[in-house]
Each structure stands twice: as C-alpha cells, then as structure tokens.
C-alpha cells in the first residue's frame, strides 16, 4: 500500500514539474506596452461605431506590420517592443503580441503553443 501511494507522489510531482516548465508566461504589462496602447487607442478613436472585431482587427494588422517578416530560426520573442526593433518574427512571436496588447485591452486571452512532433 504504501508503495503504490509513493508512485502516485511520484508520479503528480512530475506532472506538476511538466507542467510548471511547459506554461507561458505571463502577458506583459507597464510602460513598454503603454506605448502601443496609446498608438491603438488613437486608431480606435478614426473609426466610427467601432466594434470588437473592428478592434482585434486593427491590433493584428498593427502586429503585423511591426514584425512583417514572418522567419526566425531560434527562440520566441516575450516581449512586444523586442519584436518592434527585430521587425523579424515566427507565428508564436507575433500570436504573443497579439496577445499582450487585447488583454491589456482588457479581454480575456488564452495563449497556447502546439508543437510539432519530429
């Protein structure tokens, strides 16, 4: 009995490891995304009756256009203003700024990464 109860501690303690180094952390927030909210809430304010999609709509062609081309070889970018001054970055890069800049916006995002398999 007490085996089978040190293999299951055994086993939610690697899980627990997995998942900690596994997660995404968190959206950045302060003064170097400030920036970019002040640059969006002055594109919101152009458009007339504005709506939500209008709004994620104007924060992915913003992304886009800071970071056009779409290649990079090693690593992830965390945050915004280093994807600004590479003005190079892969999906994963330009889906996290996306990210950070609609939940500084206040709606509620999830970020996943899917990896492939080799």
């Known amino acids: 009995m007490r085996i089978?109860?040190?293999f299951a501690l055994v086993i939610i303690a690697l899980f627990c490891v997995i998942f900690y180094l596994a997660q995404v952390p968190p959206v950045p927030t302060g003064?170097?995304?400030q920036a970019h909210l002040d640059y969006l809430s002055n594109e919101f304010k152009k458009v007339n009756g504005i709506t939500d999609f209008k709004k994620v709509s104007i924060v992915q062609q913003y992304v886009l256009n800071l970071a056009s081309i779409l290649y990079r070889t090693?690593?992830?970018v965390w945050e915004i203003n280093e994807l600004a001054k590479m003005k190079i970055g892969s999906c994963?890069?330009?889906s996290r700024?996306?990210?950070t800049l609609l939940t500084n916006l206040g709606y509620q995002?999830?970020?996943m990464l899917l990896?492939?398999?080799k």
């Open 4 to 6: 089978r109860l040190l």
């Open 31 to 33: 003064k170097n995304v």
């Open 74 to 76: 090693e690593g992830h």
């Open 92 to 94: 994963y890069d330009r």
């Open 97 to 99: 700024a996306i990210e």
């Open 109 to 111: 995002t999830r970020h």
């Open 115 to 117: 990896q492939r398999s």
